[in-house]
């Protein structure tokens, strides 16, 4: 029940930063300030991640990681997930990570490689389970 409750708490304080930069002024582990929030839930036959986020170029992105409740005795937080960039030039590489060791992902994109309102691909894969490829929109940070 407190588990269910936590979750519950964390998605509406969570709700309103979705796909949006935030934490502008707040160091990130890039070595520039701020991040981009978007939320893995997945589980028992289901992977949803918010479609459209804002990607900050040369910023920080911060996948957290949301597993459903225990099914058939698969613990969902144990469960790898993986995010890789698809579009060409390699804006970020493949990170993985699950929700009861790390909680998200962080992953530093290549300001290098991409353009203001590019509109970019990657993957997110729940390893065992299934695999999603949402799509991005660059922004520039003022």
């Known amino acids: 029940m407190k588990r269910i409750f936590a979750v519950i708490l964390m998605a509406m304080l969570l709700a309103g930063c979705e796909g949006k930069f935030i934490k502008k002024n707040v160091p990130n582990t890039c070595g520039n300030t701020g991040w981009t929030l978007t939320t893995v839930h997945y589980g028992d036959a289901y992977i949803t991640v918010i479609p459209i986020s804002e990607i900050v170029d040369g910023a920080e992105w911060r996948f957290v990681l949301d597993p459903g409740p225990d099914s058939g005795g698969v613990d969902y937080g ?48 729940v390893v065992g389970h299934g695999r999603l490829d949402p799509r991005g929109r660059v922004i520039v940070r003022p």
């Open 78 to 125: 144990d469960s790898t997930v993986k995010v890789r960039g698809k579009t060409t030039g390699g804006w970020f590489d493949e990170q993985e990570g699950t929700a009861n060791a790390d909680r998200s992902i962080k992953v530093c994109i290549d300001s290098g490689s991409l353009s203001e309102d590019d509109i970019v691909f990657y993957d997110v894969e």
